[in-house]
C-alpha cells in the first residue's frame, strides 16, 4: 500500500472509534488524529482563563491564540494545550461535558477544521472524531461510522474508569453517554451523522481486533 490515504472514523462517544483507530495507525504506520482532544483541549483553555462560553469577543481572541499540539505516542496522542502536557485532565468529567458544549460553537469548529485539515492534508493520517467524513475531510478515500448499543459503550467507558481506579457508576456513564449523544447529533453546526458513503460498523459484538481487521481489510 503505497498511497497514503485519509481515513475518516466517526461515531458516538465508546463507540470503538480511538481504539480501533490507535491500532489500525500502528498497523498501517499511518498518524491517528484525535479530533475529539481538540474540542476537550479547547473546552480547557476557556475553564482555565475563566471565560463564559458566550462571550464571543473572548472565545475569538482564545482561538487566535490558542496552540494545540498533538504527539504521537505509540499508545495514543499526547495532548499539549499552550505547550502544556494536559492529556489526562482533558478526560475528566467537567472537561468531557464542557467539550460537547463548546463544539456547537461556530467559530471554534472553525478554527480545528482548519488545524485538522493542516494535519491531514498529506494522507498518511486516520482521524476519528464527529465529522470528518461530513465535514473535515468529505473526499477522505476511506469513511467508517462506528456505532454501538448505549448499555455496550457504558460498560466499556465504566472499565476504563475502574482501571484508573475512579469511581462511578454504569447508570451515571450510561446518563452522560445519552446527553452527549444528544448535545452532539442534534446541534446546528456539523453533527454528529454518518455521512452518506461512510461504511456502518455496530461494535456492539465485536472484540477490538475484529474491529481492526474489518477495516484493514476494506483498506487492503
Ligand atoms: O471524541 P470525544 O468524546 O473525546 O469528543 C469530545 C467532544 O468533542 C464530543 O462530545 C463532541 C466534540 N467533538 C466534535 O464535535 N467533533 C469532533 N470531530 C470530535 C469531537
Do not use: H
Not at 24 to 49: E, F, N, P, V, W
Not at 158 to 175: F, M, Q, V
Amino acid at each position: 500500500m503505497n498511497k497514503k490515504f485519509v481515513i475518516a472514523i466517526d461515531g458516538p462517544a465508546a463507540s470503538g472509534k480511538s481504539t480501533t483507530a490507535k491500532q489500525l495507525a500502528g498497523k498501517l504506520k499511518y498518524i491517528y488524529i484525535d479530533t475529539g482532544a481538540m474540542y476537550r483541549a479547547s473546552a480547557l483553555c476557556t475553564l482555565l482563563q475563566n471565560m463564559s462560553l458566550n462571550d464571543e469577543a473572548a472565545l475569538n481572541n482564545m482561538l487566535n491564540e490558542i496552540s494545540i499540539k498533538i504527539e504521537y505516542a505509540k499508545d495514543g496522542n499526547r495532548i499539549y494545550l499552550n505547550g502544556k502536557d494536559v492529556s489526562e485532565r482533558i478526560r475528566e468529567a467537567d472537561i468531557t461535558k464542557l467539550s460537547s458544549q463548546i463544539a456547537v460553537i461556530r467559530i471554534v469548529r472553525e478554527k480545528m477544521v482548519e488545524l485538522q485539515r493542516k494535519i491531514g492534508e498529506d494522507g498518511g493520517v486516520i482521524m476519528d472524531g464527529r465529522d470528518i467524513g461530513t465535514v473535515v475531510f468529505p473526499n477522505a478515500d476511506f469513511k467508517f461510522f462506528m456505532i454501538a448499543d448505549v448499555k455496550t459503550r457504558a460498560l466499556r467507558r465504566w472499565k476504563e474508569a475502574k482501571e484508573k481506579s475512579e469511581i462511578i457508576s454504569i447508570g451515571e456513564i450510561e446518563k452522560e453517554l445519552i446527553w452527549r449523544d444528544e448535545n452532539d447529533s442534534n446541534r446546528e453546526i456539523s453533527p454528529l451523522k454518518q455521512a452518506d458513503d461512510a461504511i456502518p460498523i455496530d461494535t456492539s459484538k465485536m472484540s477490538i481486533d475484529e474491529q481492526v481487521q474489518f477495516i484493514y481489510n476494506k483498506i487492503k
